[in-house]
Structure formats: structure tokens, C-alpha cells
């Protein structure tokens, strides 16, 4: 059974930087798109970025150019490096990745999420 561990989370002041981490475990034969998701209070879950097993990259618009996905294939490892945050980027925020197992099926796996609060 695949599991998706996030880790990297914590308290920064605006301005700050965070480097999330997605740790993938499991009989995992690849990993195909990966993203990073974020669920604020009072708001809907929203995509921030995602990247392809190609490299191709897609972030929302209120974090280009502040953060940056990349992932280690290697590790099974997905990261989100996040810059200059600001206090509307507090959330909880969650990875996922499509995963292909053993038994050759792709699956959607879903992290239980990391907290990320950012002061004023």
C-alpha cells in the first residue's frame, strides 16, 4: 500500500520561506504527476503547483515567481520550496500524486497534510 507523508511545515513570518517535503512509500513502481494542494479556512481547496514525471511545471497565479516544485525521483520525494510568503498563504497543504503500484494499477494518493501558518 502507497503512502504520501508531508513534512516541512511550521510557523514563519511573512517574508519567510518554507521548503515542503512529499514522501512517497510503498510498492511503487513510478510516480507520475505530483502536486501540492492548500485548504485555507473559509476557502476551497486550490491547486498551487504540479509537476509532471516530464518536468513540466503549473503553479497558480498568486505563487508564481515564490515558489517552486520540484521532486527527486530517486527518493520518491515531491518538494515545494515557498518564498516570500505572505499571511494569505496560511493553509494546510496537502500532497498528492498519481502513483503507479505493483500491481500495475495508477492510483490517486492523497498526504493527510501539513500546516503552514504565516504572521503579519
Avoid at 501540492?36 to 509537476?51: S, T
Avoid at 518536468?55 to 515564490?66: L, M
Avoid at 516570500?84 to 503500484?101: F, M
Wanted: with cysteine; aromatic share 10%.
Amino acid at each position: 500500500q502507497v503512502q504520501l507523508v508531508e513534512s516541512g511545515g511550521g510557523l514563519v513570518q511573512a517574508g519567510g520561506s518554507l521548503r515542503l517535503s512529499c514522501a512517497a512509500s510503498g510498492s511503487i513502481v513510478s510516480i507520475n504527476a505530483t502536486g501540492w494542494y492548500r485548504h485555507a479556512p473559509g476557502k476551497q481547496r486550490e491547486l498551487v503547483a504540479a509537476i509532471t514525471s516530464g518536468g513540466s511545471t503549473n503553479y497558480a497565479d498568486s505563487v508564481k515567481g515564490r515558489f517552486t516544485i520540484s521532486r527527486d525521483n530517486a527518493k520518491n520525494t515531491v518538494y515545494l520550496q515557498m518564498n516570500s510568503l505572505k499571511p494569505e498563504n496560511t493553509a494546510v497543504y496537502y500532497c498528492n500524486a498519481d502513483i503507479l503500484g505493483s500491481s500495475w494499477t495508477s492510483y490517486d494518493y492523497w498526504g493527510q497534510g501539513t500546516q503552514v501558518t504565516v504572521s503579519s
